[in-house]
């Protein structure tokens, strides 16, 4: 069954650092997202991207942060000079469409900032 | 603006009991209503979904929900819990109208079964 990938499970880096973290949205989805899940908090809309351009982010998806389709099968969520208040699990999602059809969502990136 | 709120932090329940977990959710315009699950240490799962058609959704592993427009809620319910159902629930909103259709969530209900 096609899945959506994300690498690293675990990320830790120091706050003010760069990090980037890699998701591959199953083969024959358009749209992709990017979730945040904050320990103890809800799962929190950051962006979604279609057709090689951003479509929709949320007012947390600041200057901070950038996302890019590299390439056919890569999709990336850039942080740069990562913050304390980063930290969370990072989850990718890809849909076949928008509307009714279902969201698939990799397994989560755990970033830690220290 | 939408909003989902579910009023349990926490279920716990006893294996082969019955559970309902609770989610209302708020919108000016008509929604799409999911719940996802999320076991330990992994991602989110689709249980159900429910989109139009008939209020009664039956979803994966037993669960089901129903939508209830006038009371903007949209329950889950398994008749008898398994162990392997402990996990994090999460409800989840988007609305039929709009560009992308992202996924609203409420804050999770942790469903502990004990033996």
């Known amino acids: 069954e096609p899945e ?3 690498t690293p499970s675990h990320q830790v880096t120091q706050m003010g650092q760069e990090v980037i973290l890699r998701c591959v949205p199953i083969s024959n ?9 904050i320990l103890g908090q809800k799962v929190e809309f950051l ?3 279609y057709n090689n351009e951003i479509s929709e982010k949320s007012e947390i998806f600041d200057d901070q942060f950038s996302v890019e389709r590299p390439d056919g099968s890569n999709f990336t969520l850039k942080i740069r ?7 969370a699990m ?5 849909s076949k469409g ?15 900032v220290v | 603006a939408q909003s989902v709120t579910q009023l349990d932090s926490q279920v716990p329940v006893f294996e082969e009991a019955p559970v309902e977990l609770r989610c209302n959710y708020s919108s000016s315009v008509s929604v ?12 989110l799962q689709l249980l ?3 989109l139009s058609g008939s209020t009664l959704v039956k979803g994966i592993n037993g669960f089901e929900a129903e939508f209830n427009k006038s009371q903007t809620s949209f329950h889950l319910r398994k008749p008898s819990v398994h162990i392997s159902d402990t996990a994090e629930y999460f409800c989840a909103v988007s609305y039929s109208g709009g560009s992308n259709y992202k996924l609203t969530f409420g804050k999770g209900t942790l469903l502990t079964v004990n033996p």
């Not at chain 1, 990072?90 to 890809?94: K, L, T």
Request: charged letters at 10%.
């Open chain 1, 47 to 49: 962006v979604s991207f």
């Open chain 1, 98 to 112: 928008q509307g009714a059809t279902e969201a698939f969502f990799g397994q989560g990136t755990r970033l830690t």
């Open chain 1, 29 to 37: 989805h358009l749209y992709f997202y990017w979730y945040r899940q």
């Open chain 2, 48 to 50: 159900l979904k429910y």
């Open chain 2, 32 to 43: 799409y209503l999911f719940w996802y699950v999320q076991y330990p240490n992994q991602g």
């Open chain 1, 4 to 6: 959506v990938t994300q």
């Open chain 1, 81 to 87: 000079s990562t913050k304390l208040e980063d930290s």
């Open chain 1, 90 to 94: 990072y989850f990718c999602a890809s």
